[in-house]
């Protein structure tokens, strides 16, 4: 795809210092996604949160809310989280897509599937310490083949993220075993300082990955830095063909000032414009990856 497709991560779980523009309530974050969408966003990825704390939501009433206010004012791809709980009962780790997709006016189009297990703690190179020790993110192949399935039943297409190399070997029997499905959307997790289940966010890290994409497997690729500044690599993504995830969920992006997810859009599409490359729209993301709207 020519078209730089452009995902907007709108708030994941982070709060709202130092950017106060990280939405919370479903109608802020529908408000965010169709300013994105009319910067050149083509697909809106959300976590629901409570409307005045931000502390994270797995009520998959607050999602239907959240689709509902986004879907009104939009017809940007809608992404919600596939991590609004990690419970063991796979069930509940879909409930809020199955809650979502009783209705068109609601259901989610996309969801991220993390192919790979880690352990998510976050080191403080000052103070030389772990904020936790014993948290460990488990997604084995039987987790992937029941969320896969669970969210492909209601009519939702999973998407891959990468966390490294080996995440990429995964892939072809992923696909062999019908657990993933062609075309692919594949997602490349970068992390920024102290976030180490990731490649770092630089022009090795992410080539380490480009390295091992699967070739003769029909994808798009897209690169999403957690923690840090996607736009220092952009022209790089740019050039190489790529597609970006980004947003305020992910990293303030003070060197803007103090932007809104949408700023940040704008920004990247004038750097896409520079390499020659048009946003693509949601209707030509439904069209590659066969969504159904
Ligand atoms: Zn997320």
Request: hydrophobic share 45%; charged share 20%.
């Amino acid at each position: 795809m020519d078209e730089v497709l452009i995902e907007a991560r709108l708030n994941e779980y982070t709060p709202r210092e130092p950017n106060p523009n990280v939405p919370f309530s479903p109608e802020e974050i529908a408000e965010a996604a169709a300013a994105c969408r009319d910067a050149g966003a083509s697909v809106a990825h959300f976590h629901a949160r409570d409307s005045e704390t931000g502390a994270a939501s797995t009520d998959p009433a607050v999602y239907c809310e959240i689709g509902r206010a986004l879907r009104a004012s939009s017809d940007i791809v809608m992404m919600p989280t596939l991590g609004a709980t990690v419970s063991s009962v796979i069930e509940e780790r879909f409930a809020h897509i199955h809650a979502m997709a009783a209705s068109p006016a609601t259901r989610a189009e996309l969801v991220p599937l993390d192919l790979a297990s880690a352990n998510i703690s976050f080191y403080d190179s000052e103070k030389r310490s772990f904020d936790r020790e014993d948290s460990l993110y488990e997604n084995t192949v039987a987790t992937l083949r029941a969320l896969s399935e669970g969210v492909r039943a209601v009519g939702v297409r999973p998407i891959g993220v990468a966390y490294s190399v080996p995440s990429l070997r995964f892939v072809e029997p992923l696909l062999d075993t019908g657990v993933l499905e062609e075309p692919l959307y594949l997602q490349l997790l970068l992390t920024g300082e102290g976030v180490l289940s990731g490649h770092p966010v630089t022009p090795r890290g992410l080539a380490a990955l480009l390295d091992f994409i699967p070739a003769g497997v029909d994808l798009e690729w897209n690169v999403l830095a957690y923690g840090a500044n996607l736009l220092e690599l952009a022209d790089l993504v740019l050039e190489r063909g790529g597609h970006f995830a980004l947003g305020l969920g992910d990293y303030p992006y003070l060197e803007l000032g103090t932007p809104t997810n949408a700023n940040i859009v704008e920004k990247l599409v004038a750097m896409a414009r520079a390499h020659g490359r048009e946003p693509a729209t949601p209707a030509l993301v439904r069209d590659r990856f066969g969504l159904m709207g």
